[in-house]
């Protein structure tokens, strides 16, 4: 595993300008590191109806998604407004780069440092498969004592892209491709390995 | 009127009040979109102060002894707080209820906005979704609306997030600018009519087998109705008309494409007639755009083709406007125009004005981007491969040299956004059943969306 240095990325960015292989939407040249790339809070957030789901039970899963307007609510914050997370609070949000991986290239997301010296988490699921399309889902949690102010665009992750080894025989669809948005969960994949 | 009616309505006003003003602080919780929701909750409110001075005056002024005061009083009430809170001003609750960020394509409002300022300067929109199957606009000078400084644009809500049917806002956004058009030929318009309904007033009556049983005053009576019929008729074609084409010559194919779907499920051959307040068909609007905006620039559009890598979404594009081209070449439309003796006149009319129109239209839109100019055009081929890769049309990126550090890229413009999500969904009709690899038609939108969001925060990293 070896990681892409500014460089390269911008070598792959360049080979996906018409469209294929690497991209990252909307980018300027700031948010290009050494060896990463930071990304932005995007706008919408997923907030969780606590007094509408009495617990998450994936054998539900069917019921959940069917219900999903019951469980969740869509908020949509604009520029400049912001968005209070509670100390414990998950919701989740999502990035505003769209970000398109070729085939043989992975990657992590992870928090900046600054904000998680406040107590943020930004997500738990880090990795992201060769071939995703789409906004990453954040999921956002405030492990510290005090309510933290967000608002759309603060720079709150990075992005760390590497090479794979080997070719990817079949393309396996993440169940969260071309989002674009944060996204409330599948558990269809999780369910049919509890069968 | 006794001092106990009085009382009445003063409470019932107050109750009034109470409830507007309870009803504006729970709209003013949520988001909406843009800057109008929240500026036209600010405007009730200030209304509704003023409206309780009034009430304050108008009581402390009564001289209950005096049986005229109360009866004015009871009228001043009346005229100037409820009638105005409730047949005017109530209204904004609907709409401002439906026009909250979770309930409108809320990506791409600011683009209708930053569309709308362009053609009517100076004033503010609001959008809205209704459960209804239409597009609508009212503004200040319509009934609906007056004495507002708003315009309230309407999308169907059961399409909420289906952009690229909004191609059709353009032709909303128009409908306000169309009456500097009317209003110059009106009078000419009136007097022609009036001169072919006295000529043809056999012809036209005899459709009724009532034309001897009249005496001249009432002749002349009907001349005068038939006259005015024709004449609302004329007024209904030339506004939807000249929308069309003012929607049509900043689209272009997109807007033939949109109002092809939008029309997919009515008549496309109705006769203007009464029933139907006159309205144009959807065939003769088709003939008139296509033969004014459509016909003439089409080939600028080749060296558009030649740049799209996939041939396969070229060619099922063409075959689209082909297909549109035999439709309206047909001329079926000219023919249903002249099949109702007064829709016969009033279209006749209408095609009179047809190339001082066109002027107009294109005089109105001369700040607005078209889907023929240069910047529109060079961007389609690189949007249409992003669409087909699954990524948002939102920018045409010009120059990565690593070497330099340069990130240099443009954001999409709307017409060049809707013409490739329209080319897309061409290929993706054809597509969609057989090949597994083509997105949802869901997926299509919300891409096109995210690039109607994204152009802002381009244009502000340039």
């Not at chain 1, 039970?57 to 469980?71: F, L, Q």
């Not at chain 1, 509670?86 to 992590?108: F, M």
């Not at chain 2, 997030?161 to 500097?180: A, K, Q, S």
Request: charged share 25%.
């Amino acid at each position: 595993m070896s990681v892409l240095t500014k460089n390269v990325i911008l070598e792959e960015l360049q080979k996906g300008k018409d469209g294929s292989g690497l991209i990252i939407t909307p980018l300027k040249m700031s948010q290009i590191g050494k060896s990463s790339v930071d990304l932005h809070l995007g706008n919408e957030f997923i907030v969780f109806r606590k007094v509408s789901l009495p617990c998450m039970d994936i054998k539900d899963a069917g019921d959940i998604s069917k219900n999903v307007h019951k469980y969740q609510e869509k908020v949509r914050i604009s520029d400049g407004d912001k968005f209070i997370l509670h100390p414990s609070q998950l919701v989740l949000g999502a990035t505003k780069e769209y970000i398109a991986l070729p085939d043989n290239i992975s990657s992590i997301i992870c928090g900046r440092s600054t904000w998680g010296r406040t107590g943020l988490i930004i997500a738990t699921a880090t990795q992201i498969e060769p071939s995703f399309k789409g906004c990453v889902t954040l999921e956002l949690v405030n492990e510290g004592e005090i309510p933290l102010v967000l608002y759309p665009c603060l720079c709150v992750a990075q992005l760390i892209l590497y090479r794979t080894e080997g070719k990817l025989s079949t393309i396996d669809k993440s169940q969260y491709q071309f989002q674009t948005g944060p996204e409330f969960p599948k558990f269809k994949k999780d369910l049919d390995r509890l069968r | 009127m006794s001092n106990s009616a009085l009382t009445r309505i003063h409470h019932q006003i107050r109750i009034e009040l109470h409830s507007f003003r309870n009803e504006l602080k729970k709209l003013s919780v949520p988001n909406y979109p843009s800057k109008t929701g929240n500026a036209i909750i600010k405007m009730l409110t200030d209304k509704l102060d003023k409206y309780e001075e009034t009430l304050s005056r108008i009581m402390g002024d009564i001289e209950y002894e005096d049986e005229n005061i109360v009866k004015q009083s009871h009228e001043k009430l009346i005229t100037k707080i409820h009638n105005p809170l409730v047949k005017q001003d109530v209204k904004f609750l609907n709409w401002l209820s439906k026009a909250q960020t979770k309930r409108v394509p809320w990506s791409f409002v600011h683009c209708a906005e930053e569309l709308f300022q362009q053609i009517i300067p100076n004033h503010n929109l609001l959008i809205y979704c209704e459960n209804q199957y239409n597009y609508g606009i009212c503004w200040s000078e319509s009934k609906t609306l007056a004495p507002y400084p708003y315009y309230i644009l309407s999308l169907p809500g059961l399409h909420r997030t289906n952009i690229l049917w909004h191609t059709l806002v353009g032709h909303e956004i128009f409908h306000p600018r169309c009456n500097e058009f009317i209003d110059k030929y009106n009078q000419k318009v009136l007097i022609n009519i009036k001169n072919t309904v006295t000529a043809n007033y056999r012809s036209i009556s005899s459709t009724e087998n009532s034309s001897d049983l009249f005496s001249d005053s009432e002749k002349k009576e009907r001349i005068d109705n038939i006259t005015n019929i024709t004449h609302l008729a004329w007024r209904r074609a030339m506004e939807e008309l000249l929308s069309d084409m003012a929607c049509v010559e900043i689209f272009g194919p997109a807007a033939i494409l949109a109002m092809k779907a939008f029309s997919a499920c009515s008549p496309k051959n109705d006769i203007p007639e009464p029933d139907n307040n006159f309205y144009p068909s959807w065939q003769y609007r088709f003939e008139i755009v296509w033969d004014n905006f459509i016909k003439d620039n089409l080939s600028k559009l080749d060296d558009v083709y030649s740049e799209i890598r996939n041939h396969d979404i070229v060619r099922c594009f063409k075959e689209d406007m082909l297909e549109n081209k035999r439709l309206v070449e047909k001329k079926e439309g000219e023919g249903l125009v002249k099949k109702h003796p007064l829709a016969k006149i009033a279209y006749q009319e209408f095609h009179n004005l047809i190339p001082d129109a066109v002027d107009f239209v294109k005089d109105k839109t001369q700040d607005v981007l078209k889907w023929h100019d240069e910047k529109t055009l060079s961007q389609i081929p690189k949007l249409v491969g992003r669409l087909e890769n699954g990524i948002p049309p939102n920018e045409s990126v010009a120059e990565i040299n690593e070497q330099e550090g340069i990130y240099k890229t443009h954001p999409a413009v709307i017409p060049a956004i809707l013409i490739s999500g329209w080319m897309y969904e061409t290929y993706w009709q054809e597509k969609f059943d057989a090949d597994e690899r083509v997105m949802a038609y869901k997926t299509l939108s919300r891409l096109i969306l995210k690039a109607c969001e994204d152009i802002q925060t381009i244009e502000k990293n340039q």
